[in-house]
């Protein structure tokens, strides 16, 4: 069984010969992972801000659907005041009714229907806490 010295020397060894290596992929990826972890936020932005809105608009729901002018695969959250399209979260420059066109309207959330985050972190328990 090796030593804790010949180990912590190894470890030291492949620190000084690996180690600059490891900083410049580091700094090498950090800026596409800060991209990435923003397009996240961005898009959880637009969920929460569609759902919102439509809480304060009578008999209002959401829709999730895709831009068929955007050059990007991002959702993009149609908000309805009963049958009619009011508002897009993010907004985009397509017109509503074509944005919902050919979607099926039958899938649309309302904002009662969804569960409110302590519903969601106690069906995550495990045991007796949760999946009551």
């Known amino acids: 069984m090796p030593s804790k010295g010949k180990a912590v020397g190894t470890i030291v060894k492949w620190g000084v010969k690996y180690g600059p290596h490891v900083v410049v992929l580091a700094q090498q990826a950090k800026d596409p992972a800060m991209a990435a972890a923003q397009k996240a936020l961005d898009r959880q932005k637009a969920r929460r801000r569609a759902i919102e809105h439509a809480a304060t ?4 729901s959401v829709l999730k659907t895709f831009d068929p002018r955007a050059d990007h695969s991002d959702p993009v959250w149609v908000v309805f005041a009963g049958e009619e ?3 897009s979260h993010p907004s985009t420059t397509t017109p509503l009714p074509e944005l919902v066109a050919k979607s099926d ?3 649309r959330i309302r904002p009662a229907d969804l569960p409110s985050p302590a519903q969601r972190v106690r069906k995550q328990l495990p045991g007796r806490f949760g999946r009551s």
């Open 57 to 60: 608009v009578q008999d209002g």
């Open 105 to 107: 309207l039958s899938t």
């Open 85 to 87: 399209p009011i508002a």
